[in-house]
């Protein structure tokens, strides 16, 4: 089993910054691609980014892609997302999870692992 806790949600006004982390813990985290995700009131959960095992590669979704760069650092145990230019659009619990296969985070939309969730609201 692998525990993720997001933190680092809020209110920020639109074209500001906010970084989230994902805290692991279990199963050895370096095993794992983590990705982010994130579900607006009436819409679907949606794919925001992924890293791989190494940290060596990342996956955006295009509507964040230039403006969010995800990272790890695994002797914490930790991935973040830094998201800058937050547009109003962005407002959404995001989510962390994690599987060993970087196609279940970035393809499936299936991960094993789930975080509970962080709210991110970007006001006008």
């Known amino acids: 089993q692998v525990q993720l806790v997001e933190s680092g949600g809020g209110l920020v006004q639109a074209g500001g910054s906010l970084r989230l982390s994902c805290v692991a813990s279990g199963r050895t985290f370096s095993r794992y691609a983590v990705g982010w995700f994130r579900q607006a009131p009436g819409k679907e959960r949606e794919f925001v980014a992924a890293i791989s095992v190494s940290g060596g590669g990342t996956r955006y979704a295009d509507s964040v892609k230039g403006r969010f760069i995800c990272s790890r650092d695994n002797a914490k145990s930790t991935v973040y997302l830094q998201m800058n230019t937050l547009k109003p659009e962005d407002t959404a619990v995001y989510y962390c999870?994690?599987?060993?296969?970087?196609?279940?985070?970035?393809?499936?939309?299936?991960?094993?692992?789930w975080g509970q969730g962080t709210q991110v609201t970007v006001s006008t």
């Open positions: 999870a994690a599987d060993e296969f970087i196609a279940q985070l970035t393809i499936a939309g299936k991960p094993r692992y």
